[in-house]
């Protein structure tokens, strides 16, 4: 869509135009007119098209329309009843305005005109210049991913992902894949890629779904309309083999949805039982509490409707507001108001036969402009309508916060608390931050804490391998971000995604909003916010996305980054939402114009991404086969959408913490209709509590990951390689044996960690290639993730023990 501003600039320039010609070129209009009155002037034609523009016409009645049609002006298929009577469009040039005003039309501004109509033909012209360009050249296609996987109850899928060098959308690829090793190419089955586009730009061709295979396919081949073609490997996906849990191993903690006050009790009791190695962290801010101010309406049809709001918060006095409207038995009454204790008693005014005569606008004035009144309750008049019509008389009303969680949920500012498990909880160790329920409604997600917190804390004992995780990392886990939007979720309005508090104007306060308020935790972050210009989030106090009034205006989120920045061991952090079955990471956003994305992981950490993906989504799986698709793995702007403002992206960008992000909830297939079904946020709890059992897998595997990365002194090994030769010139790349950067130079010098750095060659694309057009000695070193170097070389140092290979370039001798 086309944006205002620049919409507003052409509207201004048309309308301009119109005027120049009429002063400066009309006078040729007058020449040849034989009934100058009724028939409309020639439009000027073609080509040139000298100021035609479609303009708003505003006429009193029908039969004004008629006339405009029997003038034959050129009428759009288009008529509005608007204040004066009707809107109407018609196509005029700049003469055909000038004569419609001097016959007395009131013809106001442009909708549309010939800037709009040139933009639309470059661009038509663009898009035609770049197919036929595209027509002319073969395209290139590269290889994303190509993989295969079993899921749930051994369904065989294949995933591809490919991307071509035609990025128009008359591009056509096909996959086709063998049945395995030797057979033939193409006798396991073809099928039309998808073209994936976002923000309306081309990222990769792939299915929508993975596609079922009765045979795992060798080799897929995909074939472009355009003539390109690639011919790849199918690698397995996941199932990495897992040491089975220990006999003793306990798991299965969870039997119900559970709600934050359920939750920030059962991790308190944990903490009280298990001393030695937990404790309760309290975070210093309190929420605004699972509580609202008490509400009541009066009226039927907006001019005559107002409503009321308390002062005081539902439980602290506000339900024990009413307001009745009374209508006096004298004729010509004033309006009046009486407070008395908390019951408000409006006397509304009569006229002089006695009938009610106040007006909603006038309730409204009396009551906030009665102190005894306003100390109660403040008055609006309904969505910001001037309320000129004439209130009805009402029995004394109760106000009411309308919530209705039982008492064991508390209306006040809500506590919330860390479980911090550790053997050594002195900042010593490396430390990870799990946390759940950002978003209200996604049910499965706090429970799926609890079950990892228990798991933890009963095992220990028993367990070697859950001991090493707790003997050597400091695990932070927050099982519910938002409790008052939970509590909310579990007993108002299930489908609340965001806390309570609710910054909306009085246009937007009356109670029939009330589920339309709060600030969406998960975008009210700092890094690449909607207050930055990022796409994702709202500023409207409505959206279901608002990111609030400002940055971290919310103490949830404040807590966030206050435990982020108080424990600086934590390295790892997993945000964990439903639904749709997805493992993601850094960038989580980007501006809409021009595809702005935040910056990506540089190559070494994006590969070691890839790499924990591959444990933690085959640990999800270990439960009961379900595969997280390659296609919902990855930056989570290359899968899912742009989320501005979101947690992951906060610690990633602000604090070096890895923030990775699930959602729990994988569609599920049914092999019979042979479709993805997808779960939504609240299943029926026997799927829900899968869910929370796998990703506590999920979550479990993550702690392994995080050991792994505390224990890695490894160093790591690279080589160069070179992928191509000419006479001319030579092409290389490096290789490592883990995940790691590698930095180089080639002219000679000492590599540092300020050398270039080897890329990606392109988004979910392999390394890079370099090349040289001349003989090259080439010197390099790899860093892992954890900081090892390669050969203990000191890149700030003054040694030389860096790699070095010299590229010929033209006859090797
Ligand atoms: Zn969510």
């Not at 404790?279 to 409503?307: C, E, W």
């Not at 309730?363 to 306003?374: E, I, M, R």
């Not at 959206?543 to 206050?562: I, K, M, Q, Y």
């Not at 924990?612 to 959408?641: E, F, M, N």
Request: glycine share 8%.
């Amino acid at each position: 869509m086309r944006s205002s501003p620049r919409r507003a600039r052409r509207l201004a320039a048309v309308l301009a135009l119109p005027l120049a010609i009429t002063l400066n070129a009309l006078p040729v209009l007058a020449a040849p007119s034989p009934q100058p009155s009724e028939i409309a002037p020639d439009r000027p034609s073609s080509t040139a098209q000298n100021g035609v523009a479609l303009m708003r016409v505003v006429v009193p009645d029908q039969a004004a329309v008629d006339r405009l049609a029997a003038l034959g002006v050129d009428l759009a298929e288009y008529t509005k009843p608007v204040d004066g009577g009707i809107e109407v469009h018609a196509v005029l040039s700049p003469e055909e305005t000038r004569d419609l005003r001097d016959k007395g039309f009131d013809v106001r501004d442009a909708i549309s005109d010939q800037s709009d109509y040139a933009a639309n033909t470059a661009e038509r012209r663009q898009a035609l210049a770049s197919a036929s360009a595209d027509a002319a050249e073969t395209d290139t296609l590269t290889p994303l991913r190509a993989e295969w996987f079993t899921s749930l109850d051994g369904g065989r899928f294949l995933s591809v992902e490919v991307k071509t060098s035609a990025t128009d959308a008359e591009t056509v690829l096909t996959a086709t894949w063998d049945s395995g090793p030797g057979t033939a190419p193409g006798s396991g089955g073809s099928a039309t890629m998808s073209r994936f586009t976002d923000a309306g730009q081309y990222m990769y061709h792939r299915f929508n779904t993975p596609l079922p295979v009765d045979q795992t396919p060798a080799k897929v081949t995909v074939t472009s309309s355009r003539g390109g073609s690639v011919t790849v490997p199918v690698t397995k996906w996941l199932g990495e083999p897992r040491k089975a849990p220990g006999a003793h191993y306990v798991q299965d903690f969870v039997d119900h949805y559970m709600d934050p006050t359920e939750v920030t009790g059962r991790i308190t009791a944990l903490a009280k039982e298990f001393p030695a190695i937990s404790q309760i962290v309290d975070l210093p801010y309190k929420t605004n509490g699972y509580r609202r101010a008490a509400q009541a309406q009066f009226g039927t049809a907006a001019a005559s409707t107002f409503y009321v709001t308390s002062k005081a918060y539902g439980a602290e006095g506000g339900n024990e507001v009413s307001v009745a409207l009374a209508r006096p038995s004298t004729a010509s009454a004033p309006l009046s108001v009486a407070v008395n204790g908390k019951a408000v008693t409006v006397g509304l005014a009569t006229d002089a036969s006695g009938a009610v005569a106040s007006t909603a606008a006038q309730v409204v004035a009396a009551l906030n402009g009665d102190s005894a009144a306003s100390a109660l309750l403040t008055a609006a008049t309904y969505r910001g309508n001037a309320g000129a019509g004439v209130v009805a008389e009402a029995p004394a009303t109760s106000l009411t916060d309308n919530l209705k969680a039982p008492a064991t949920v508390s209306r006040q500012p809500f506590q919330m608390k860390v479980l911090r498990i550790g053997k050594h909880r002195d900042g010593s160790r490396t430390g990870v931050f799990l946390y759940c329920q950002e978003h209200a409604r996604e049910w499965v997600t706090p429970i799926t804490c609890v079950e990892t917190a228990e798991r933890l804390l009963r095992n220990y004992d028993k367990d070697a391998a859950t001991r090493k995780l707790v003997d050597n990392l400091d695990i932070f886990i927050l099982p519910t971000v938002n409790p008052d939007g939970g509590h909310y979720s579990m007993y108002d309005y299930n489908m609340q995604r965001r806390n309570m508090t609710n910054y909306c104007p009085a246009a937007n306060g009356d109670p029939a909003r009330r589920n339309s308020w709060g600030v969406d935790l998960n975008r009210n972050f700092t890094v690449g916010s909607v207050f930055d210009g990022y796409t994702g989030a709202s500023t409207s106090c409505t959206s279901d996305t608002f990111g609030g009034p400002a940055e971290l205006s919310e103490p949830e989120t404040r807590n966030e980054v206050w435990l982020t920045d108080t424990f600086r061991n934590i390295k790892f952090a997993m945000n964990t939402h439903s639904y749709g079955g997805y493992f993601m990471w850094p960038p989580g956003a980007y501006k809409t114009a021009g595809r702005e994305v935040l910056p990506r992981a540089d190559f070494g950490t994006e590969n070691y991404f890839w790499d924990a993906s591959g444990h933690i989504l085959s640990a999800v799986q270990a439960w009961r086969g379900t595969a997280i698709w390659p296609g919902r793995t990855g930056p989570v702007t290359d899968v899912l959408y742009s989320a501005a403002g979101n947690s992951a992206d906060e610690h990633w960008y602000n604090r070096g913490i890895i923030g990775w992000d699930f959602e729990v909830g994988a569609d599920v297939y049914d092999p019979a209709t042979k479709q993805y079904q997808a779960v939504g946020f609240q299943p029926p709890f026997s799927e829900g509590h899968e869910e929370a059992m796998e990703f506590a897998n999920g979550q479990i595997a993550i702690l392994e990951v995080a050991r792994a990365y505390a224990d890695d002194h490894d160093r790591p090994d690279s080589r160069l390689e070179v992928t191509g030769r000419t006479a001319t010139s030579a092409t290389f790349t490096f290789s490592t044996d883990e995940p790691a950067n590698v930095y180089y130079t080639l002219d000679g010098s000492r590599p540092t960690l300020s050398s270039p750095k080897l890329a990606a060659a392109g988004m979910r694309e392999g390394a890079q290639k370099i090349t040289v057009d001349r003989t090259t000695e080439v010197h390099w070193f790899s860093v892992d993730i954890a900081g090892n170097v390669e050969k203990n070389y000191k890149p700030d140092g003054n040694g030389k023990n860096y790699d070095k290979e010299t590229v010929q370039v033209g006859d090797a001798r």
